[in-house]
């Protein structure tokens, strides 16, 4: 069977483009050959880094290992301290993707991608607390606690009508958690569900509520201001969401509760 000389050159022509696209898609998303990536270190829904190696492996590290491999090029993972020192990585350059949680206030400094999981947040109490479910919580004297400006103290300081948030300055250890909630310092203690799973888990006289009250958007962060190096990312990330391969990376590391996002617009 021969094929049309019209049909060989669409063929030909489709070829040449593919790697073309690709190294186009690197130019814009990793500038330096390499694609850079940089996630919260102490967020267990996003990865766990190795004490002795510093290496992170999870969700981020299977994502950015097929962005990369997608582009063609070779990708590097680096835990951060928060969220404001991957903000300062992509304002800096330092860094060109940023794994966060979407809220308003960091999309004045930094744009986002479409979500790729979602990641849902609740309270852990003492195994004997009255509080059964998220919206208990919200009466006047109950003492909650979050990490200042992380995802669940933005949501919570927005949404609670009749008691406020109190605030730590960066996230604690599971035992300090513990202490916290077990001696009565606070009466709830919002984190995101895997982080309170792990903690319930390693200590009796804890409980995690069933409920949640808030589903955060993981997303990816970039430096500001780029609309179309945006616009290349999603269309890159729901190539990948189409697929099982966040599903699976979040069965492989054991996560409950979280699942992959769907792609926008498929």
């Known amino acids: 069977m021969r094929l049309a000389p019209s049909l060989l050159a669409f063929v030909a022509t489709l070829a040449a483009a593919i790697p073309g696209a690709a190294a186009s898609l690197a130019e814009t998303l990793a500038p330096t050959g390499t694609l850079r ?53 992509l304002q800096a350059r330092t860094a060109d993707l940023g794994f966060l949680a979407y809220n308003a206030g960091r999309a004045n400094e930094v744009d986002f991608s479409m979500p790729w999981l979602l990641m849902p947040n609740t309270y852990i109490v003492r195994a004997d607390s009255p509080l059964r ?26 949404h609670l009508k009749n008691t406020r948030v109190d605030t730590v300055p960066t996230t604690p250890e599971h035992i300090e958690i513990r202490d916290l909630v077990l001696t009565g310092k606070t009466d709830a203690f919002a984190a995101n569900r895997q982080r309170l799973l792990e903690v319930a888990g390693r ?9 949640d009250y808030f589903v955060a958007g ?33 069965e492989h590391a054991g996560l409950r509760g979280v699942s992959a996002a769907k792609p926008e617009g498929r």
Do not use: M, W
């Open 37 to 89: 990536a940089t996630c919260l270190g102490d967020n267990p829904v996003l990865g766990r880094v190795d004490s002795q190696t510093g290496a992170v492996t999870g969700t981020v590290t299977d994502l950015v290992k097929e962005l990369a491999h997608r582009i063609g090029v070779p990708y590097t993972v680096v835990p951060a301290a928060g969220a404001r020192d991957i903000i300062g990585r």
């Open 133 to 158: 479910k998220v919206t208990d919580a919200d009466r006047a004297g109950i003492r909650i606690t979050a990490v200042k400006n992380d995802t669940q103290d933005v949501y919570l300081s927005a």
């Open 203 to 211: 200590f009796p006289g804890l409980r995690v509520l069933d409920d």
């Open 218 to 250: 993981q997303a990816i962060a970039i430096a500001k201001g780029d609309p179309a190096r945006l616009d290349a990312l999603n269309r890159l990330l729901a190539d990948v969401l189409v697929t099982d391969l966040v599903k699976a990376s979040i």
